[in-house]
């Protein structure tokens, strides 16, 4: 396994952030499943968590075509992307990889 110059850091940070995704996402499923005329406070805060592809799908989704709009793959949507996100923090803040003293 391949180490980095910041990989700890990196997998903290990265980590947090998906698991604030991952919380806000399940609640705002939850929520949206189970209550029979929701208002998504949660939904409004993971579009902003996951600032700027939340807000691209979030503004994106008027454009789709009435009765395809469905607001579960909405949240799903932006699940997914803050998890890429996460992926991209880890991969941004990890740095170079450290060489290990072996021979190539």
Do not use: E, N
Not at 44 to 69: E, H
Not at 78 to 104: D, E, F, K, N, Y
């Amino acid at each position: 396994m391949r180490r980095y110059r910041r990989g700890t850091v990196a997998a903290v940070l990265a980590g947090a952030y998906a698991i604030l995704v991952l919380v806000l996402g399940v609640v705002s499923l939850v929520i949206l499943l189970t209550v029979q005329d929701p208002i998504l406070l949660t939904g409004v805060a993971l579009a902003a968590v996951t600032f700027p592809l939340g807000w691209l799908i979030w503004w994106g989704w008027d454009f789709l075509p009435p009765g395809t709009a469905d607001p579960v793959l909405l949240i799903v949507a932006l699940t997914v992307a803050g998890l890429l996100q996460s992926w991209l923090i880890w991969r941004m803040i990890r740095g170079p990889s450290l060489h290990t003293g072996g021979t190539a």
